[in-house]
C-alpha cells in the first residue's frame, strides 16, 4: 500500500481515480488545484503524485517542477494524467521530470498497472 496524492480539478475524474486507487489498497490524498497539490507533496511526503496537465493556480508541469527542484521532494516519482496526447505535451511533460505520462481517457486497470510498475520501481 502506499500513500498517493491526486491533483484534479475535474471532481468526478478525481473521484473516479481515488476509488480506483482506495479498491487497490492504496491511500490517496486529494488537492483540486496546482497549489493544494505541491503544499500537500511538501506536507505528507506521498510515494507518488498524480498530476493532472491543466490545473488552477498552478500548472502540472510548474508542480513537477517545483517537486524535482526540492532535495526533500524530488525522489517522488510523478506521472502526468492528461487528455491532451500531443507529442509536445508529453515531451514537455516528462523534461518536467515525470516518470511517465498517461493519456486520459484511461481504464482503471491501466492506472493500477502503471501505479503498480512505479511504484514496483521506488
Do not use: W
Request: overall charge negative; hydrophobic content about 40%.
Amino acid at each position: 500500500m502506499a500513500k498517493i496524492l491526486i491533483a484534479e480539478d475535474e471532481r468526478d475524474i478525481r473521484e473516479l481515480i481515488a476509488f480506483t486507487l482506495q479498491f487497490a489498497g492504496h491511500e490517496v490524498i486529494l488537492t483540486s488545484n496546482g497549489e493544494e497539490a505541491l503544499q500537500a507533496v511538501r506536507t505528507q511526503k506521498p510515494q507518488l503524485v498524480l498530476l493532472d496537465v491543466r490545473m488552477p493556480k498552478l500548472t502540472g508541469y510548474e508542480v513537477c517542477k517545483e517537486i524535482k527542484a526540492d532535495p526533500r521532494t524530488r525522489a517522488i516519482p510523478v506521472v502526468f494524467l492528461s487528455a491532451k496526447g500531443q507529442e509536445t505535451e508529453i515531451r514537455n511533460g516528462l523534461e518536467a521530470g515525470a516518470e511517465q505520462y498517461l493519456l486520459k481517457p484511461f481504464s482503471p486497470d491501466q492506472l493500477i498497472e502503471q501505479v503498480n510498475k512505479i511504484l514496483g520501481k521506488a
